[in-house]
């Protein structure tokens, strides 16, 4: 059974912008840490963006900070990830994680997996 379903992804021109959601079962969702993360073909998976329980902290990947932007509404077990200015760069399957983690965006500290999203940014 899935339980993390992303959605949100699309093609768009460079400058563009897109918003991705997470929805998760309440079990999973609460008390965890929400990360994002992507791959690209024939690239490793990277981090690009976590948010606690509380929201009280976020973090973001270098290569995104200003342009993207992790929030969450717990009352609706759903996290998002605001996407703007994007780059060809930024092209890649985009997937959500649950974890018991703390500020730590290993991708193999996350219990729990969606199966992504595609993003495709056109120059």
């Known amino acids: 059974q899935v339980q993390l379903v992303e959605s949100g992804g699309g093609l768009v021109q460079a400058g563009g912008s897109l918003r991705l959601s997470c929805a998760a079962s309440?079990?999973?969702?609460?008390?965890?840490?929400m990360g994002w993360f992507r791959q690209a073909p024939g690239k490793e998976r990277e981090f690009v963006a976590g948010?606690?329980?509380?929201?009280?902290?976020?973090d973001y990947a270098d290569f995104v900070k200003g342009r993207f932007t992790i929030s969450r509404d717990n009352a609706k077990n759903t996290v998002y990830l605001q996407m703007n200015s994007l780059k060809p760069e930024d092209t890649a399957v985009y997937s959500c994680?649950?974890?018991?983690?703390?500020?730590?965006?290993?991708?193999?500290?996350?219990?729990?997996w969606g199966q992504g999203t595609q993003v495709t940014v056109s120059s």
């Open positions: 309440g079990p999973i969702f609460n008390a965890r840490t």
């Open positions: 948010i606690s329980w509380s929201s009280a902290n976020t």
């Open positions: 994680a649950a974890g018991k983690v703390y500020r730590t965006y290993n991708a193999r500290s996350y219990e729990y």
